[in-house]
């Protein structure tokens, strides 16, 4: 079956002052129908930008999609205007923003916001789409879901705007929902009860979702598969459970060391580790594995040739020469 | 909202007499008085004229002048103009009309250019179009208007014979006559201080909807797929336009003041000329009542700009 979603070699680049700003480079993700896909990574990886280059939301210019394919049901998207866009925004795929208070307009009512997307995408009457948001308002919790249409984002909190975010992305009921970092400006009780109403709403529409995240935590409670990023590249893809009890990558193993972890005892207790360095500048990248710098494995060919993403495991696929090597001696 | 634009009026008389004392001392303060002429005329008596400012008090001490002065503008009396002859109510009354006529539509002039083109600019930045707006805005606020009020004068009026430059309150006609040629006479005023207002306000307009294009609400409604026309003119413009009505309200005094010079290139009968008129020739009731229908007028717009404010703005209450 084809996936409902496939990008295919996307480079999306900025151009700055210094140069060309190379944030995606060749990144290829493919999300089916109905299925729960984390895309992780640190800040500055490329996440949002290859999330933002699906509907085509990165300012442009100084952006640029130079090259690949957006298929969504086996139409590429990369080619068509915004304007043909927009009646595949919020209508197919949803989207949920990491910022909850900035992302809500400030000056219209949270009802009006949600209840317009419906208006344009369903052709509903203004009553009929305030009356549609006000049940999309009671399916995400929100208390005195009638009454509270007619409030402003400001007389919201962030967990609540948060959960007006979602009830916005999911009303025209889309194939398609890319959350990007949706719980990272919450506080930790509010993030558990956001990531559990996602997977309600997952549950109830059965779309897919597109989860970006940071927290590798957030990951294991929600992923069925995981594409790990770096750099603006792919580095490791495969389903949450080998992801976890078997990462190939180094980037991969180190993220994974980083999590705290409450289950071992005091005596096993070690230092928490972190992967040292930071992520490179994007801008004239030096040639070959863009994490070699690093990596405590790096080698000779990781500074000369990029790696390529190969399936080292049925459904598991990663960027690393050093699988190689180790194969090629065993 | 009735509430607090009763108490926002409440709060105004204070400071309007707050600014006609500082008016009225000034005035004092200043060298002549209406009778200064009597003093040099040789036809009437030194006598007669000390009688004369006796009777008006002009020798009383500066306070029991004010209140005299406040005391009969409380009542409606604003004084007697002794060089027009006439009540200064009928006269103000008079020129206001012809200067709101010409001001108001400067600044509609002003806000139909400035907000489409800056609005337009800002969509997209560094474009031809942003480009030459910008070019046009910079070269329209550098020149004064009493600068391009003589070259309008000089290429439409002398050179092409288009448009009349002197201004005149009684037109010798009728009907759909009368209108067209109260029209015509407008333009070149309507055109120099709308134009120049145009050119700050197009800047200020593009400034703020870059600032507002770029924030997250903005791709919020990109991503609903609302299109161009609608996510620029409903999310982006809506808040856009808060500050721009700000710089338009805080700008009326210095529109006031621009009017004045203005109204003496095209010669407009307005308040602004009168102002000028009887301040060259020592007609201190008038001088104080134009001065203080100005600050009226100014504490007026900011009131406006407030209740602006709370429409556009949800987050400002009315409290």
Redesign the interface.
């Known amino acids: 079956m084809a996936p409902l979603l496939e990008i295919k070699g996307l480079k999306t680049h900025f151009s700055t002052d210094d140069g060309m700003l190379q944030a995606v480079d060749g990144v290829d993700i493919a999300i089916n129908k109905g299925e729960t896909l984390c895309v992780v990574g640190e800040s500055g990886c490329g996440k949002t930008v290859t999330a933002m280059s699906i509907l085509k939301l990165i300012a442009m210019p100084p952006g640029r999609i130079v090259q690949g394919q957006i298929l969504f049901e086996g139409r590429d998207l990369v080619p068509l205007t915004s304007h043909e866009l927009d009646d595949i925004r919020a209508k197919d795929i949803g989207f949920i923003f990491q910022e909850p208070m900035t992302s809500l307009n400030p000056v219209l009512t949270v009802g009006e916001q949600v209840a317009e997307s419906l208006r344009r995408h369903e052709g509903l009457s203004k009553k009929d789409a305030l009356a549609r948001t006000v049940e999309m308002f009671k399916l995400v919790q929100i208390p005195n879901a009638a009454g509270r249409v007619h409030d402003y984002p400001h007389q919201f909190s962030g967990g609540m705007r948060q959960r007006v975010m979602i009830a916005m992305a999911l009303a025209c009921k889309p194939k398609l929902v890319i959350a990007d970092e949706p719980t990272t400006a919450l506080d930790v009780t509010i993030q558990a009860q956001i990531l559990d109403l996602l997977q309600d709403m997952k549950d109830r529409f059965g779309m897919a979702v597109m989860l970006i995240t940071h927290a590798m935590g957030v990951v294991a409670e929600t992923a069925q598969r995981v594409v790990v990023m770096y750099a603006g590249k792919v580095v490791e893809e495969a389903d949450v459970d080998s992801l976890f009890e078997n990462p190939r990558h180094p980037y991969t193993q180190g993220l994974i060391r980083s999590i705290p972890r409450i289950d071992l005892d005091s005596a096993n207790k070690t230092r928490l580790e972190a992967i040292g360095g930071s992520v490179p500048i994007l801008i004239n990248p030096a040639p070959g594995c863009r994490f070699a710098p690093r990596c405590r494995y790096a080698f000779d060919r990781c500074a000369a040739e990029e790696p390529l993403l190969r399936e080292v495991a049925p459904g598991h696929r990663m960027a690393c020469h050093l699988g190689e090597k180790q194969e090629a001696v065993a | 909202m009735s509430q607090y634009v009763l108490r926002r009026l409440l709060i105004a008389v204070p400071s309007l007499l707050g600014i006609s004392l500082v008016l009225y001392i000034v005035l004092a303060l200043a060298p002549g008085d209406p009778f200064s002429e009597l003093a040099t005329n040789p036809n009437v008596p030194p006598e007669v004229a000390a009688a004369l400012r006796a009777k008006f008090g002009l020798d009383d001490p500066i306070y029991l002048r004010y209140l005299h002065w406040l005391a009969a503008m409380v009542q409606g009396d604003w004084g007697f103009s002794f060089v027009s002859r006439m009540n200064v109510d009928t006269l103000i009354l008079q020129r206001l009309p012809t200067t709101l006529y010409v001001i108001g539509s400067a600044q509609i002039l002003a806000l139909l250019i400035a907000i489409p083109v800056g609005v337009y600019a800002a969509t997209r930045p560094y474009s031809i179009f942003d480009q030459i707006a910008n070019t046009f805005a910079f070269i329209g606020f550098s020149l004064p208007t009493f600068f391009t009020g003589l070259l309008f004068i000089l290429v439409f009026s002398i050179t092409l014979d288009w448009l009349p430059f002197v201004y005149s309150s009684d037109i010798k006609a009728t009907g759909i006559r009368w209108l067209f040629e109260q029209i015509r006479q407008a333009i070149m005023p309507v055109m120099v201080l709308g134009l120049f207002q145009a050119a700050s306000m197009t800047r200020f307009v593009r400034s703020a909807m870059l600032d507002v294009i770029?924030?997250?609400?903005v791709?919020?409604?990109?991503?609903?797929?609302?299109?161009?026309p609608r996510v620029i003119v409903?999310?982006a413009m809506?808040?856009a336009m808060i500050p721009v009505v700000t710089l338009v309200a805080l700008q009326m005094p210095a529109v006031f003041g621009g009017a004045i010079v203005t109204e003496q290139i095209f010669r407009i009968p307005g308040i602004g000329s009168l102002l000028i008129s009887s301040i060259l020739s020592n007609d201190t009731p008038v001088v104080m009542a134009v001065t203080f229908v100005f600050a009226c007028l100014v504490v007026l717009f900011n009131l406006i700009a407030d209740i602006l404010y709370g429409w556009?703005?949800?987050?400002i209450s009315f409290r």
Not at chain 2, 219 to 228: E, I, P
Not at chain 2, 312 to 315: A, I, K, N, S
């Open positions: 770029r924030l997250d609400y791709t919020t409604a990109r991503a609903k797929g609302l299109g161009q409903k999310h809506r808040n556009l703005d949800p987050r």
